[in-house]
């Protein structure tokens, strides 16, 4: 379900990383190569993206498959960032069809993106969202598992928890509440954190910048991240971390 791609690195245009790259992003909303789960990636898509000197990202995103959007492409062409989260939907059978359901979602510095399922959703996933103050299930952006997760991770975030840490909690604590694929990203515009938990995940580094995605697109330094690993990443370094299931 889905494909995203988080960048960090040397300014870029948004066209040069989503749009332009064979077998990109873009192509993988209608031709993903990798995706396991579901055929297409339709049901909308979303980019985030950093401007120099507003930590606050700018967010774009529709309810359309991001072909059928003309003017995402004169956006891109145009608009250059240090820092980008995107993704292509393909949304999970019974949550939100609307584009308040395309990833990423933000809070302040952050943009997030879930690529994944949570097999439990919506009946079976009481105990996950007991987690959550009330005000923060008030919160929720949309009616779909991926917003749930992200709420989680949002909590522990407004917390002051670091960001490598509420996602490792979160991811594996959801893991261990239900079956499904847990591969998320999140970026404050500085670092990647991202998990491979049940789909793949792949990493590239160049001297231009870091980038981190569901699949590889056509250039062939990409290396492949193994399942269950967590990911934290900068410009100028790339870590893996096993991530232990909770009991």
């Known amino acids: 379900m889905c494909r995203h791609l988080a960048y960090l690195g040397d ?10 790259p064979p077998c990109g992003l873009y192509e993988q909303s209608w031709r993903p190569r990798e995706q396991k789960f579901g055929t297409v990636n339709a049901d909308g898509f979303g980019v985030g993206w950093y401007a120099d000197g507003d930590p606050a990202p700018a967010r774009y995103r529709r309810a359309v498959p991001i072909w059928a959007d003309p003017s995402f492409a004169d956006v891109a062409r145009v608009t250059r960032t240090r820092a980008l989260l995107a993704a292509v939907r393909s949304a999970t059978a019974g949550t939100t069809q609307g584009e308040d359901a395309a990833a990423p979602y933000r809070e ?40 749930l997760l992200w709420a989680l991770i949002r909590r522990l975030l407004l917390d002051g ?34 998990t491979a938990y049940g789909d793949t995940l792949y990493v590239r580094e160049t001297p231009g910048g870091v980038r981190v995605a569901s699949e590889p697109d056509a250039a062939g330094d990409w290396t492949p991240v193994p399942d269950r690993t967590l990911v934290t990443a900068t410009r100028e370094a790339v870590h893996l971390h096993p991530l232990t299931d909770r009991s």
């Open 161 to 194: 928890e670091p960001a490598a840490r509420a996602v490792a909690d979160v991811v594996t604590h959801a893991a261990a509440h239900t079956d499904g694929r847990f591969n998320v990203l999140l970026t404050d515009g500085h670092t990647i954190t991202a």
């Open 108 to 147: 302040g510095p952050w943009l997030f993106s879930h690529n994944g399922r949570l097999d439990a959703w919506p009946d079976g996933l009481g105990a996950l969202a007991a987690a959550l103050p009330p005000a923060d299930l008030l919160r929720l952006e949309s009616r779909c598992d991926s917003a």
């Open 11 to 20: 300014p870029a245009s948004i066209a040069s990383l989503v749009v332009e």
